[in-house]
């Protein structure tokens, strides 16, 4: 799978949008980009994946470049329990996923 | 409806003893995974499974480490010879399989070898 690249730390307002990029230049064309957080020692928790069009749930929306070697995942507006790491992973089918550094996301009031 | 459940959720053990954890996925799903996480970082792969056939255990460190599946649904990991440096939070995560790719994790199990 391919590797990411993420911030190790941003900081965003409550009630703002929070903007996460990731790099994954390496990505083939089987590979989706997907997005899980943890917070706390919780387990990780899915947000949103997607292959090359961007994405929107009821959590996050998933904006991906058109030659997909980076994506941002925006929360529209953060709260204080959004604060959490932020996983940016690319995966092929059924596979494991290879989690790196993350984004610690500090949401501050 | 019930999500990945894990047993025990804690587990303090000595150096050599062994130790099994178990995982419980969602009900139906195809796919079982087992991870491991070291404090103040990602979870990282250990094996997983497609109804009961062990697909990659690539990411068990060594021989000491064995997980099944024997019916498809509940998953046991064993480590035996317990060591200090297997200390460490062990994730199970499950997916629908054939092509639903989004996994689920559980709660944990914390282990920590004296």
């Known amino acids: 799978d391919a590797k990411t690249t993420q911030p190790t730390s941003m900081d965003c307002a409550e009630g703002r949008a929070a903007n996460l990029p990731c790099n994954h230049s390496t990505i083939s064309g089987n590979e989706y980009v997907y997005w899980y957080r943890q917070i706390h020692s919780q387990g990780p928790q899915y947000i949103i994946h997607g292959l090359k069009n961007n994405e929107t749930n009821e959590m996050a929306s998933l904006i991906i470049t058109e030659d997909r070697k980076s994506s941002t995942l925006i929360l529209p507006h953060a709260t204080l329990r959004d604060t959490a790491v932020y996983y940016c992973i690319v995966s092929s089918a059924g596979n494991m996923l290879t989690f790196g550094g993350g984004t610690r996301l500090m949401v501050k009031p | 409806g019930a999500g990945v459940s894990q047993s025990p959720r804690y587990k303090v053990t000595k150096r050599g003893q062994d130790v099994a954890l178990r995982c419980d996925p969602i009900?139906?799903?195809?796919?079982l995974y087992w991870y491991r996480q070291a404090l103040g970082q990602g979870p990282e792969f250990l094996t997983y499974?497609?109804?009961?056939?062990?697909?990659?255990k690539s990411g068990l460190p060594n021989d000491r480490f064995s997980a099944e599946r024997p019916e498809g649904s509940i998953s046991t990991l064993t480590i035996q010879r317990t060591e200090q440096r297997d200390s460490a939070m062990y994730r199970c995560?499950?997916?629908?399989?054939?092509?639903?790719?989004?996994?689920?994790f559980g709660p944990g199990t914390r282990l920590l070898v004296l």
């Open positions: 499974f497609n109804y009961e056939a062990q697909q990659d």
């Open positions: 009900s139906g799903h195809v796919s």
């Open positions: 995560a499950s997916s629908l399989g054939a092509g639903k790719r989004t996994q689920y």
